[in-house]
């Protein structure tokens, strides 16, 4: 067992680590600012493996199900934290209050709009980015923005342009993505 221990832990325990390294490319990767945590849960595993290891299997591979095993399950456990912060996270367009027309984005304080830019200049000052930047947008995107501009609000839109509102919130997310108005802030 000591020879395993020492060929295992050699050179800043490098092998351990190539193998840790292996699983985790399965997975897809993972940030080096996480790799230490996979180091440290390996390190568990090994003392455990170290317990237990029956001589019924190689040493390496026993080790390196029982690491597999125990990454994949961590990886479900933090996937699933991630979830959960996804299904605590609201849009900005949800409807707050009694009034059915006032969103969290109503709310936020900000003095410069897609809507206000547009509103300010009539279509042949535009500069060539806002051209770029109405260009990427679908006919239906333009018409959202264009009845948004005109002061219209969320369902009168809806039902001026027989939409639905998963419809609309595409259109609205489209409008403000990052995609397409990083033409304008750049």
């Known amino acids: 067992m000591e020879q395993i221990l020492i060929a295992y832990y050699d050179d800043n325990a490098k092998k351990l680590h190539r193998i840790v390294d292996k699983i985790l490319l399965k997975f897809g990767g993972l940030a080096e600012k996480d790799r230490d945590d996979f180091y440290s849960l390996a390190n568990e595993v090994f003392v455990d493996v170290m317990k237990r290891y029956d001589s019924s ?13 125990k990454i994949k399950t961590e990886m479900t456990r933090r996937n699933r934290e991630k979830r959960k912060a996804d299904r605590m996270s609201i849009s900005i367009d949800t409807l707050i209050g009694d009034d059915e027309n006032t969103t ?53 839109i809806r039902e001026e342009l027989y939409i639905n509102e998963k419809e609309y919130v595409e259109c609205y997310a489209a409008i403000h993505s990052y995609r397409n108005i990083s033409l304008l802030i750049q």
């Open 57 to 69: 299997q190689t040493f390496e591979t026993f080790l390196y199900s029982c690491l597999l095993n």
């Open 104 to 156: 969290i984005g109503d709310m936020i304080a900000d003095t410069v709009t897609i809507e206000k830019i547009l509103f300010e200049k009539n279509e042949d000052s535009y500069s060539n980015r806002m051209l770029l930047y109405l260009n990427r947008l679908s006919d239906l995107q333009k018409e959202v923005l264009r009845l948004n501009i005109a002061g219209f609000l969320p369902n009168e």
